[in-house]
């Protein structure tokens, strides 16, 4: 079984489609079972997608009390759905998800203290759930920090081991190993903070490594496909623009390259290959994953026509591409794709 932090978008019924053609699609069929999770801050359900076989692509909804929520993880040993809850600003875990079941009320059966005020991306690594919090940490708003909590799951609770308060704002996060990666909001920087849980004490922490991502205006979300080293990132652009000034940038061989970029220097654009237009539909992408088995990339667009999920393949040459997915769904904001 492999759970991997990914989005996947689907010709799927019993969703608004705004459009949704097969040109050049890789149905991608396999012999793994392949569920999506999605969080948003329009209702707070979380909506899992039997993406197994994306031309028959089913759609179950797990009800929340939930208004509003952020970063998502399925734990597929426990049977446990885990998001970060911008309603109570704490972690939520429902338990006695049946993947295959058919729509049902969410049960609250891991809770933890609500310490958050923010809550954006979650990042796990073992029973070690990271959330990033992209407030205000110290008050003042001049300054840029933000705070990562990091909770420790045993059994029905998580308990907040420690805060780690960051000199850099924040938004996404992914474990990469023992490394965790961090985009620097209101910058086109990426940082990475290495052997991040060795921090087990409350403390200000700086990056191990910053580096620049020419052709980055302003990045919010990020993924890591461990399987090809593929890093992807998105831009936002100018933030008062939602509808047409996004991006994503897609880094092969990443690993290589950010060793070889000195710390506060940039990796070039012709490393890269970047996805942006008119046609991208891209406006403000806040989240984003690869599919190497079809190497595609699926984004979480919050502003373009009041949200949608996009998904976007022939990706080699980047450019203007028109998605071959595109489907309306408000205020999307986390995804998880989980196989087995």
Not at 142 to 156: E, V
Not at 190 to 208: D, E, G
Not at 289 to 317: C, M
């Amino acid at each position: 079984m492999r759970s991997i932090k990914t989005l996947a978008i689907v010709c799927a019924t019993a969703i608004s489609l705004t459009s949704c053609s097969d040109n050049n699609i890789d149905l991608n069929l396999s012999s793994e079972t392949k569920i999506l999770f999605t969080s948003n801050n329009s209702d707070g359900n979380v909506n899992m997608y039997n993406v197994t076989d994306m031309s028959n692509i089913t759609n179950n909804t797990l009800t929340t009390a939930t208004v509003k929520a952020d970063g998502i993880y399925y734990d597929g040993s426990e049977d446990l759905v885990v998001q970060a809850s911008r309603t109570t600003f704490g972690l939520e875990g429902y338990t006695g998800i049946n993947i295959n079941s058919t729509s049902v009320n969410a049960n609250i059966g891991v809770t933890g203290s609500l310490d958050m005020t923010s809550p954006r991306e979650l990042a796990v690594n073992g029973n070690f759930y990271v959330v990033a919090d992209n407030a205000d940490a110290d008050g003042d708003a001049t300054t840029k920090d933000g705070r990562l909590f990091i909770y420790a799951k045993n059994g029905n609770t998580f308990t907040l081991r420690n805060t780690i308060t960051t000199d850099i704002k924040l938004w996404g996060i992914v474990f990469k190993g023992n490394d965790l990666y961090a985009i620097a909001d209101t910058t086109n920087e990426l940082a990475v903070y290495t052997n991040f849980l060795n921090n087990a004490t409350s403390a200000a922490v700086s990056a191990s490594k910053t580096i620049a991502i020419e052709g980055i205006v302003r990045t919010h979300g990020l993924t890591y496909d461990a399987a090809s080293d593929i890093m992807v990132l998105t831009d936002i652009g100018d933030a008062s623009n939602g509808q047409d000034d996004g991006g994503f940038q897609i880094i092969e061989g990443f690993t290589s390259k950010f060793n070889a970029t000195a710390n506060g220097t940039t990796l070039a654009l012709s490393e890269q290959t970047r996805v942006s237009g008119a046609s991208t539909l891209l406006g403000n992408p806040v989240d984003v994953a690869y599919d190497s088995d079809s190497k595609t990339v699926f984004i979480a667009e919050a502003g373009n026509g009041g949200g949608r999920i996009l998904a976007f393949n022939n990706i080699n040459s980047g450019g203007n591409l028109t998605p071959f997915y595109n489907a309306t769904l408000a205020s999307a904001s986390a995804v998880f794709l989980h196989k087995e």
